[in-house]
T-cell receptor, first 117, second 109 residues
Framework: GAVVSQHPSWVICKSGTSVKIECRSLDFQATTMFWYRQFPKQSLMLMATSNEGSKATYEQGVEKDKFLINHASLTLSTLTVTSAHPEDSSFYIC?????????????FGPGTRLTVL | DAKTTQPPSMDCAEGRAANLPCNHSTISGNEYVYWYRQIHSQGPQYIIHGLKNNETNEMASLIITEDRKSSTLILPHATLRDTAVYYCIVIQGAQKLVFGQGTRLTINP
């Protein structure tokens, strides 16, 4: 149990385009999902917290209009990077939280590597 | 900022026990100690967590000192696939995880 998937696993896009990344909890319902970003040789940095059916809470310094998060169901959250630029190239990772399985434990997806040309 | 301190790197021989220390001297009474690891270019993997009692699962053991100011993650028989960055995180309830730099564990053949 506690499997989280992400799609796509990698994506290359042109500067100025938008990219959508999906995060799914496959065998449990996730009331809360988190989105992280990791630059090379750095640790994970939390971008935002999303709760099903409500607006996401963004960390300081993260532009909510650039990184659109939708958590429309208990098993799916999406992150859309709008008007992507080369500096947005990074490893994007989601995690899902379910009190049903192992109280308050976050389970992570495999990550999506975004390269903006 | 992370509430934990870990050595930046460690080496261990394959087949031996890997003991990864973590200091969390400011931990509060209702905060748990969580351990995750991240293998290169993958998402973090949950290993184990505990409050004050020692814990063991199929992956590892977690030893928490009586004063809860430090803990040790033990991989009993390390394999090459255990090479990863290990993160010790202190968290209360369903809060956001704050990742520090972790310990880069290298298992040598």
């Amino acid at each position: 149990g506690a499997v989280v998937s992400q799609h796509p696993s990698w994506v290359i896009c042109k500067s100025g385009t938008s990219v959508k990344i999906e995060c799914r909890s496959l065998d449990f319902q996730a009331t809360t999902m988190f989105w992280y970003r990791q630059f090379p040789k750095q640790s994970l940095m939390l971008m935002a917290t999303s709760n099903e059916g409500s607006k996401a809470t963004y960390e300081q310094g993260v532009e909510k209009d650039k990184f659109l998060i939708n958590h429309a169901s208990l098993t799916l959250s999406t992150l859309t990077v709008t008007s992507a630029h080369p500096e947005d190239s990074s490893f994007y990772i989601c995690s899902a939280l379910s009190g049903q399985l192992n109280t308050d434990t976050q389970y992570f997806g495999p990550g999506t590597r975004l390269t903006v040309l | 900022d992370a509430k934990t301190t870990q050595p930046p790197s460690m080496d261990c021989a394959e087949g031996r026990a890997a003991n990864l220390p973590c200091n969390h001297s400011t931990i509060s009474g209702n905060e748990y100690v969580y351990w995750y690891r991240q293998i290169h270019s993958q998402g973090p993997q949950y290993i184990i967590h505990g409050l004050k009692n020692n814990e063991t699962n199929e992956m590892a053991s977690l030893i928490i000192t009586e004063d809860r100011k430090s803990s040790t993650l033990i991989l009993p028989h390390a394999t090459l696939r255990d090479t990863a960055v290990y993160y010790c995180i202190v968290i209360q309830g369903a809060q956001k995880l704050v990742f520090g730099q972790g310990t880069r564990l290298t298992i040598n053949p």
